[in-house]
Nanobody
């Protein structure tokens, strides 16, 4: 099992920045990728960004490319999502996920999920 705990959500004005953190514990070797997803009220859960536990590769949704940055700290089993130039449409519950997805952007490929953290961007 892999346990994931997100933190760092909150209320921010449009144009502002926020950094989300995800602490991983347990059998993290059961996963090879970590992703951030988000879900707004009444909408499907959507992919935001992903990174492997090893290697330089990252992957972003077009909607956040150039504004968000995903990074990791292997020693401390942490994954971060630095969010900048935030827009009201970024408002959602953000989830950290871990697994061995064949396609990083597909949420069904992730086995482990955190409880989510709310991000609200005011206009």
């Amino acid at each position: 099992q892999v346990q994931l705990v997100e933190s760092g959500g909150g209320l921010v004005q449009a144009g502002g920045s926020l950094m989300l953190s995800c602490a991983a514990s347990g059998r993290t070797f059961n996963s090879n990728a970590l992703g951030w997803f988000r879900q707004a009220p009444g909408k499907e859960r959507e992919f935001v960004a992903a990174i492997g536990w090893t290697g330089p590769h990252t992957y972003y949704a077009d909607s956040v490319k150039g504004r968000f940055t995903i990074s990791r700290d292997n020693a401390n089993k942490m994954v971060y999502l630095q969010m900048g130039s935030l827009k009201p449409e970024d408002t959602a519950v953000y989830y950290c996920a871990a697994g061995t997805p064949g396609v990083w952007a597909i949420y069904s490929g992730y086995d482990y999920w955190g409880q989510g953290t709310q991000v609200t961007v005011s206009s």
